[in-house]
């Protein structure tokens, strides 16, 4: 999926895999709005494939983590 300011905007929150590896959060800053917008850097590198199992784990444990740091109810 590629990012645009239409999805963005639909978010409630936003995340990136990692600004350090990736400059991913830069490029969404320099290229998009995010007034309003929640971000978080996941810090997972940006070298898994699509659909892959450890990359599905990473991102289940760390959107987790930062939705009950936010003060989100845990999923049931």
């Known amino acids: 999926m590629v ?3 239409e999805l963005i905007d639909w978010a ?3 995340f990136v895999m990692s600004e350090e ?3 991913h959060l830069t490029y969404i800053k320099s290229n ?3 007034k309003g917008k929640r971000v978080c ?3 997972i590198p940006d070298n898994y494939g699509r ?3 450890e ?3 990473l991102l289940r444990e760390k959107v987790k ?3 009950l740091l936010q003060g989100y109810p845990p999923a049931l």
Do not use: A, K, M
């Open 12 to 14: 409630d929150l936003v």
């Open 21 to 23: 590896d990736d400059g």
């Open 32 to 34: 998009f709005s995010l």
């Open 41 to 43: 850097d996941l810090d």
């Open 3 to 5: 990012v645009s300011q």
């Open 65 to 67: 983590e930062f939705l």
């Open 55 to 57: 990359l599905i784990g």
């Open 51 to 53: 659909n892959d199992p």
